[in-house]
Each structure stands twice: as structure tokens, then as C-alpha cells.
């Protein structure tokens, strides 16, 4: 199978891109990627030094029709995993108008030039923020629960989500739309929650954290999403959705002093800020379906995975030092700036 991976450089595609080489020796994939601040070309370095065929890079934007249309012709394109999104909350909130241009017009143009091309395997990856926030006592997100997203960033996927299946309904275009939980795992760009915390415990910097620190989240280790990812490629059914969760509910305190007692730092480094607009209290996810229809099961607990995880930075200190400029230092300047 040839299969186009867009948004391969950033967290998730690289992973998926790694898993699926490995999984697959008659896999071939091309990686388009904007390479916008969050995705670095040189976290499949190895992959390009092999240079086996099996793996090519195109620097492209997914909003660009005629460039959608001809790499897909001229590579022979006959699966499309959509992973390109801006996908950071606190961004979404301080600048909406690239979450709608990426997330939204950007979908729009893939998918219009996948169905064009006559692509039958196409996966949309999508997020547990369409369905807005949980209480406490609710149950968890099943694929029929109604989308209420409450942030820019949930709302641009959410719109994205409806586009794919008004291409399902309208034309009968056999797309796939996969919405998981909170991923972490290497090479997850140092803004979200537990690589930013690591580095800030590192260097013994104080910890921010939203509100009383009580919002829930259910946590999935990346390769667990891309095992989901790579079974609904290769089975879900034309114009499915499928939850990916896993089985991991956890304060964002909780995770923060889970990261704190792992580098033997003090919890007086904890420091609580203003809570965020609009700050979802819970997700869960009800991932029943995907595991009846495609077999889907996590296999990572969570202190497993954030074992890995944490050891993995420990370990690769220099790719967190070799994006430490531009959007990154002026992320972090911001952050402390809009916190002091």
C-alpha cells in the first residue's frame, strides 16, 4: 500500500509513521507536512538516511488544492491518514483564524481531492474535545454523544468531523473519522501538559497549573492511538467513528505530582493560575465500538507509559534543546508573561 501520512513530522504522525514501517515491510509512506512550528522534519531523520524507498517527505499545506490534487497523482496515493491540525488550546483561544484555515478549510481540501483521486481508505483523526466536558457523574463519550465543542481549537475539529461525513451522506465517500483522548508519549512538542512539565521540573522552574488543578482527562499512550489509527484503516467500516481511549482518568494534578515524585522534585514547585477560558472539567471515552468492530484494546497502563515517556526525554534532552527557539521560546515567553 502507498499511503500519504499529512502532519507525519509532528507528535502523532511521527509515531504512526514509525509504527506503521515497522508493522507493514510492504508499506510505502509519504509524509506531507507543513512544517509549521510544531513539526520537525528531522524527528525521521533515520528514516530519510535509510533512504529504502519506503519512506519520501513533502513539504506542502494540506489548503492547497492544486498541490493536494498533484501529489496524490504523482505518488500513486492509495490511503490518506489525516493527522495536519493545529491542535493546542491555549493558541486556539489567542489566535482562532488558523484553526479554521488548517482544521477546517484545510479537511475540506484533502478529503475533496482524496475523493477526486478515487481514495477508498481514508482516516480523519479527530479529537475527544468535539464532545464538550463530562461532569463528574456522567458516562463517557460514545460516538453518539452530540458534539458541543467549547474551545476554537474543539470547535475548527468538530466542523471538520461534520464536512467528512457530509462526504459520507452526500457523495458516499468512504472516509473514517477517529476521535481519541489525551495522547502522550516521545517526541510530543514541550507546550502540552506532560512534556511541558517535565522540562519546567528539569530545569526546577515553577509548575503552572490551570484552576484547583482538578479537570480530568483520559490518557492514552501514542502507540495505542496508532494501533487504533492502523485498525481503522484497515477495517473500519465507510463513514464509521470509532473512540480510542485509554482507560486512564486523571486529574491534571494528579499527573503533575506523578511527574514531580519521578524526577524527585518537591511539590512546592507546583504553582496554581488563572484557570483558562472555557475549561473543559472531564473527558472519558467509550471505546466498546472500536473494540467490537475492530478489535481495539489499550496495552499500555498509564504509569507504564509515562515511565516510558519520561525516560525517553530524560534521554533526548538535545531534540527538546534543538527546538527551544522562535514560536517555541515566544510560547513560553507568553505563558510566564500572561501567569506572573
Known amino acids: 500500500m502507498k499511503l500519504l501520512v499529512t502532519g507525519g513530522c509532528g507528535f502523532i504522525g511521527t509515531n504512526f509513521i514509525y509504527h506503521m514501517l515497522a508493522k507493514y515491510p510492504d508499506l510505502s509512506i ?6 509549521t512550528y510544531a513539526g520537525n522534519r528531522a524527528n525521521l531523520a533515520p528514516l530519510e538516511k535509510k533512504n529504502d524507498g519506503r519512506y519520501s517527505f513533502v513539504r506542502a499545506d494540506i489548503t492547497d488544492a492544486e498541490a493536494m490534487a498533484r501529489i496524490l ?9 489525516n493527522f495536519a491540525a493545529e491542535s493546542h ?4 483561544i489567542s489566535d482562532p483564524a488558523p484553526f479554521i484555515t488548517t482544521n477546517v478549510n484545510g479537511a475540506q481540501v484533502l478529503l475533496h481531492a482524496a ?6 481508505r481514508y482516516v480523519h483523526v479527530s479529537t475527544d474535545e468535539v464532545y464538550g466536558s463530562l461532569s463528574q457523574d456522567d458516562p463517557a463519550f460514545r460516538e453518539d454523544t452530540p458534539l458541543a ?11 471538520a468531523d461534520l464536512i467528512v461525513r457530509s462526504y459520507y451522506k452526500t457523495f458516499g465517500y468512504p472516509a473514517v473519522i477517529t476521535r481519541c483522548s489525551n495522547n502522550y508519549g516521545p517526541w510530543q512538542f514541550p507546550e502540552k501538559l506532560i512534556p511541558l512539565m517535565f522540562k519546567l521540573a528539569s530545569e526546577d522552574k515553577p509548575l503552572p497549573v490551570y484552576g484547583d488543578g482538578l479537570n480530568v482527562r483520559d490518557w492514552i499512550f501514542v502507540t495505542d492511538h496508532c494501533l487504533g489509527v492502523e485498525l481503522a ?4 467500516r465507510p463513514g464509521g467513528i470509532y473512540n480510542f481511549g485509554g482507560n486512564a482518568e486523571k486529574t491534571n494534578l494528579d499527573v503533575v505530582q506523578t511527574i514531580l515524585r519521578a524526577l524527585g522534585k518537591p ?8 484557570d483558562r477560558p472555557g475549561h473543559d472539567k472531564r473527558y472519558a471515552m467509550d471505546y466498546t465500538l472500536a473494540a467490537d ?11 507504564t507509559g509515562l515511565a516510558e515517556t519520561l525516560a525517553w526525554y530524560q534521554s533526548h534532552r538535545d531534540w527538546i534543546s534543538s527546538i527551544e527557539s522562535g514560536d517555541y521560546r515566544q510560547f513560553m515567553n507568553d505563558w510566564y508573561g500572561e501567569r506572573k
Open 89 to 92: 488550546v491555549d493558541r486556539s
Open 115 to 120: 475523493m477526486e483521486a478515487g481514495i477508498q
Open 233 to 236: 484503516l484497515l477495517k473500519g
Open 73 to 81: 497523482k504523482q505518488h500513486a496515493i492509495e490511503a490518506v491518514v
Open 149 to 159: 465543542p467549547n474551545s476554537p481549537y474543539s470547535a475548527s475539529k468538530a466542523s
Open 293 to 303: 468492530e475492530l478489535g481495539f484494546a489499550p496495552q499500555y497502563d498509564f504509569e
Open 267 to 274: 511539590d512546592d514547585l507546583l504553582t496554581f493560575v488563572s
Open 30 to 35: 509519504v509524509n506531507l507536512d507543513k512544517l
